[in-house]
């Protein structure tokens, strides 16, 4: 089998570099300038968030045998993708080809599977097909591409399963919050290494589903990243115990004329920080409509405002996270 073949970026290439460096800093450890291309056998595969990996061992049982750490986009993506698990077992020969990793010469960011059968999995959102052959990998759940028409299958309230439109203005990457006066040092940061969630506000720009659950007295909101379940306690006076030291917070809520008002504070962790969302059905049911607005009211400085909607898509579903360490 061949050893890495460094091929020069295409044009093509060079449009997906956003993608690759949007999350997790991509760029910073892989070159998404370069094309890397092997071929090898699957030695192992870990299936799971944030980020699946593998194990590629290129020329087995010779003296230049040599095992390659792959890593790739989030299973909470690529189940969207309509790439899952069954397409890829261990001992099974393969073309993967990617960015190259910026230090070091044995891991490589996957954008691209070659099957024996010359089926190609693609697994970078927007990418085109590398190959000639069939292809498994699209992303027009992804993009929004696939609406639902029937205005009868659309939710009734905002209690509903919602996913992000990947580059969609005011659906992904709409979020913004100021970093400094809004910084934490929570007594009990939520999860352990590197699956430590983030600030709650961050937890909502987040661009995999959410799902909002109506428990009378309580109502979940349901992050798929990183299992984030927070805890909305309706109807009552929002008087913090000061139990919740984490990032989530404690949330209070009230409902009017079906929009979600959610008032959080963070008094566990000893922070003036509130956080104050709203929730509301779009009028053709077919968007969540969110805003937000950040303040400390100690620092004087202006209240960070923002907004954005996830869309409706029949079917859709929040997924275990399983983040790995």
């Known amino acids: 089998m061949n050893m890495v073949k460094v091929l020069l970026a295409s044009s093509l290439l060079m449009l997906m570099v956003n993608h690759a460096a949007a999350h997790h800093s991509w760029a910073a450890i892989f070159n998404t300038d370069g094309d890397a291309e092997i071929d090898g056998v699957v030695s192992r595969i870990e299936w799971r968030n944030p980020h699946i990996r593998l194990e590629i061992t290129t020329d087995p049982g010779t003296p230049e045998e040599k095992v390659w750490d792959i890593e790739s986009n989030s299973v909470a993506s690529l189940v969207r993708m309509g790439v899952t698990p069954e397409v890829l077992t261990e001992d099974t020969e393969v073309t993967i080809a990617g960015y190259p990793v910026r230090e070091g010469d044995d891991s490589i960011f996957m954008n691209h599977l070659l099957l024996p059968d010359n089926t190609e999995v693609i697994f970078l959102r927007g990418a085109e097909p590398r190959w000639e052959g069939e292809t498994i990998g699209t992303s027009d759940r ?38 400094g006066q809004f910084e934490i040092d929570y007594a009990e940061p939520r999860g352990v290494g590197n699956c430590v969630s983030k600030d709650v506000w961050t937890e909502m720009g987040a661009p995999y589903p959410i799902q909002l659950i109506d428990n009378g007295d309580i109502v979940v909101i349901h992050v798929e990243e990183f299992d984030t379940i927070r805890t909305v306690h309706m109807g009552i006076d929002h008087n913090d115990p000061g139990t919740v030291k984490n990032n989530l917070g404690y949330s209070t809520g009230r409902m009017e004329d079906g929009k979600l008002f959610v008032t959080t504070t963070f008094e566990g962790s000893s922070s003036p920080v509130q956080f104050r969302e709203t929730f509301q059905l779009s009028a053709d049911h077919n968007r969540l409509e969110y805003t937000s607005t950040l303040f400390n009211p100690e620092s004087g400085n202006a209240p960070a405002e923002n907004s954005r909607w996830w869309e409706f898509q029949l079917g859709s579903f929040v997924q275990p996270y399983d983040c790995s360490q």
């Open 142 to 179: 992804l993009h929004g591409n696939i609406p639902e028409e029937d205005f009868s299958e659309r939710p009734t309230s905002i209690f509903a399963v919602w996913s992000t439109i990947y580059g969609a203005e005011g659906s992904h990457r709409a979020l913004r919050y100021p970093r």
